[in-house]
């Protein structure tokens, strides 16, 4: 598992890293600056470590047989063939949207359908729903879709050409 963390300033030297090595990260997560009541809890955490490392309070919550556990049981989960078509569409639509230089793979395709199979495990289900792979499509394109330049100018987002290709694409029922 690779996580990495990018931050939009002080950015010299540092150069973006190619699509097709962007396209194996499975999220994007954008996170903005905490709430003032969350950076208060924040400090005073800091504070009462008293110079103790924050990894020393970390508790493992799982074991390795728990993960491969958890990771079949998701991999498990029912995917009806209107649910698969609804994925491909949407993915598909991101490859000639007029907005977008560069579209989703079939890698963005599966990394939706593994996704929204874990939202629908941690939701109790073993079936997914529309609802699944629609929560899974910001994290999962925001990254690997690309806005032309003159929208980028225009101030548009990945999350507003998401939306539209939302809008545009039936949900099956």
């Known amino acids: 598992m690779v996580l990495a963390t990018q931050n939009p300033i002080e950015q010299e030297g540092t150069y973006a890293l190619p699509e097709a090595q ?7 997560i954008k996170v903005d600056y905490p709430s003032l009541e969350d950076e208060i809890k924040i400090i005073a955490s800091h504070h009462e470590r008293k110079g103790e490392k924050p990894q020393s309070r970390i508790n493992p919550i799982l074991d390795v047989a728990s993960l491969e556990d958890y990771k079949s049981k998701t991999q498990s989960v029912l995917v009806e063939e209107k649910i698969i078509k609804y994925i491909a569409e949407v993915v598909s639509k991101t490859r000639n949207h007029p907005h977008l230089y560069l579209g989703g793979s079939p890698r963005a395709s599966i990394a939706i359908l593994n996704t929204a199979k874990a939202f629908a495990a941690i939701n109790g289900r073993d079936f997914v729903i529309p609802e699944d792979v629609k929560k899974s499509l910001n994290p999962v394109l925001n990254h690997r879709i ?10 548009m987002t990945t999350e507003n ?8 694409v039936e949900v099956p029922r």
């Open 146 to 155: 690309i806005l032309t330049p003159e929208r980028e100018m225009e101030g």
């Open 22 to 28: 962007l396209d194996r990260f499975i999220f994007k």
């Open 161 to 168: 050409v998401i939306e539209m290709i939302v809008q545009s």
